[in-house]
Nanobody, 121 residues
Framework: EVQLVESGGGFVQAGGSLRLSCAAS????????VGWLHQAPGKEREGVAC????????NYADSAKGRFTVHSDPARNMVHLQMNGLQPEDTGIYYC??????????????WGPGTEVTVSS
């Protein structure tokens, strides 16, 4: 199984930035779509950003467009999520996940334990 671990979460004031990182136990980008999902308190887990294994193209949730950027580092088996202009609604747990068609259905096969982000008003 692919093992994933996230880092970079923390507390930030509204309008601030965070950079999340996900480290994988093996090469992932040729085999899987790789992405980030967000679970706000009391809500369902939702897709945020994803990198397609087919061509490296990226998908973003509407709420993330223009603020968040996902990028890969294949040499280190890592993926990052640069989050700018953070708002209180971005508060929650961010998960790294991989799956054959994650960018299409957000149905992850392997998951990290998540990293918490708290954005204050």
């Amino acid at each position: 199984e692919v093992q994933l671990v996230e880092s970079g979460g923390g507390f930030v004031q509204a309008g601030g930035s965070l950079r999340l990182s996900c480290a994988a136990s093996e090469s992932i980008f040729d085999e899987y779509d790789v992405g980030w999902l967000h679970q706000a308190p009391g809500k369902e887990r939702e897709g945020v950003a994803c990198i397609s294994r087919k061509d490296g193209s990226t998908n973003y949730a509407d709420s993330a467009k223009g603020r968040f950027t996902v990028h890969s580092d294949p040499a280190r088996n890592m993926v990052h999520l640069q989050m700018n202009g953070l708002q209180p609604e971005d508060t929650g747990i961010y998960y790294c996940s991989v799956a054959y068609t994650l960018c299409t259905d957000w149905d992850g096969t392997f998951w990290g334990p998540g990293t918490e982000v708290t954005v204050s008003s």
